[in-house]
């Protein structure tokens, strides 16, 4: 007695269908890989992106940065954070440093963004060593770069 051919068939397609997602899903992951390493005098600070009511929100770690020294922009569907934290000098003398884990320099992440966002009503807000970015879902707009403004929140006492 012969095996039919058809279920063969289903599975090499079930196969190739399942081949495709998982490539699909890898090219998505190396989208947000930090594999390349900071040439000398930059770092990459982590960084949190999650979905919830209908917000796309962003949350860096930058301990130690103003405002004044971040710089965020929406660029070709793409969020690009970038800043730098000056080196730690001494006023009195030269420092003799017995551990130095702290990074300093420049820094730039580029976080894709595969929804559309209302850039206008996007904020960006520093507090307690995180920069934290909200922006609403909206309909798709391409091609246009906005600087998003970054302000200083209040501590709360």
Do not use: H, Y
């Not at 009195?92 to 929804?115: H, S």
């Not at 559309?116 to 246009?144: F, H, M, N, S, Y």
């Amino acid at each position: 007695m012969s095996v039919p051919n058809k279920a063969s068939r289903t599975s090499l397609t079930d196969l190739s269908l399942l081949q495709r997602e998982i490539n699909q899903l890898f090219e998505r992951m190396v989208e947000f890989e930090r594999t390349d390493r900071p040439a000398a005098g930059e770092w990459f600070p982590s960084v949190d992106v999650f979905e919830c009511r209908g917000r796309l929100t962003v949350v860096a770690e930058v301990p130690g940065l103003s405002p004044e020294s971040i710089r965020v922009v929406c660029r070709n569907r793409s969020l690009v954070i970038s800043g730098e934290r000056k080196e730690r000098r001494s006023v009195g003398g030269p420092l003799a440093f017995l551990c130095m884990e702290r990074p300093a320099g420049r820094f730039k992440r580029t976080i894709p963004l595969d929804i559309a966002v209302d850039i206008q009503q996007a904020q960006a807000r520093v507090a307690e060593g995180l920069l934290t970015i909200t922006l609403p879902r909206l309909r798709d707009r391409r091609g246009k770069e906005t600087v998003i403004p970054v302000e200083r929140e209040e501590e709360a006492k």
